[in-house]
T-cell receptor, first 114, second 111 residues
């Protein structure tokens, strides 16, 4: 079946620095990738939708300058958390979709900002 | 608007059946999903159902869909301690094909 590789699985960074999270679709080309954020014991909140070669569409309330999304190819999307603060600490999950496999999720990235 | 609701907790004894319920507001979704999340892990697709179906059974899992009431349920037969996890229902909204999740139901299985 389809596999989505998400890296890193865990990252700890200092306040004010930027962190990049990668999401790769293996063995298939993802027409669309989605980025979610999950708070402890909470649901997944959709942050943005990205299509290859075009600008990401952000959900209401998500700061596009803080959460930079790049979808340079059909197999890779990146989320960069810029000038991270402790309140950005969360679990981030990506999802890649195509017409054959539907939605496939990465294993998530636990971000801790200290 | 886009709204998917689930009860937050369910506790059952090992061997019993578990039923997790979900309601949604947008009826345009062609697919409805159930995902499982274990602590600290990503999402595992358990099963899905097409909107033109009323029921789907897959081994211990049974999904029931009531389109009129916009109600989806997941029944786990012979629940095991390994089934303890958070279960999310998710529906696709036609606007951009976004997958919207319920709050998740934390299933606790007691031996």
């Amino acid at each position: 079946g389809a596999v989505v590789s998400q890296h890193p699985s865990r990252v700890i960074c200092k306040s004010g620095t930027s962190v990049k999270i990668e999401c790769r679709s293996l063995d298939f080309q993802a027409t669309t990738m989605f980025w979610y954020r999950q708070f402890p014991k909470k649901s997944l909140m959709l942050m943005a939708t990205s299509n290859e070669g075009s600008k990401a569409t952000y959900e209401q309330g998500v700061e596009k300058d803080k959460f930079l999304i790049n979808h340079a190819s059909l197999t890779l999307s990146t989320l960069t958390v810029t000038s991270a603060h402790p309140e950005d600490s969360s679990f981030y999950i990506c999802s890649a979709s195509d017409k054959f496999y539907g939605y496939t999720f990465g294993s998530g990235t636990r971000l801790t900002v200290v | 608007g886009e709204d998917v609701e689930q009860s937050l907790f369910l506790s059952v004894r090992e061997g019993d059946s578990s039923v997790i319920n979900c309601t949604y507001t947008d009826s345009s979704s062609t697919y409805l999903y159930w995902y499982k999340q274990e602590p600290g892990a990503g999402l595992q697709l358990l099963t899905y159902i097409f909107s033109n179906m009323d029921m789907k059974q897959d081994q211990r899992l049974t999904v029931l869909l009531n389109k009129k009431d916009k109600h989806l349920s997941l029944r786990i037969a012979d629940t095991q301690t390994g089934d303890s996890a958070i279960y999310f229902c998710a529906v696709i909204y036609n606007q951009g094909g976004k997958l919207i999740f319920g709050q998740g139901t934390e299933l606790s299985v007691k031996p």
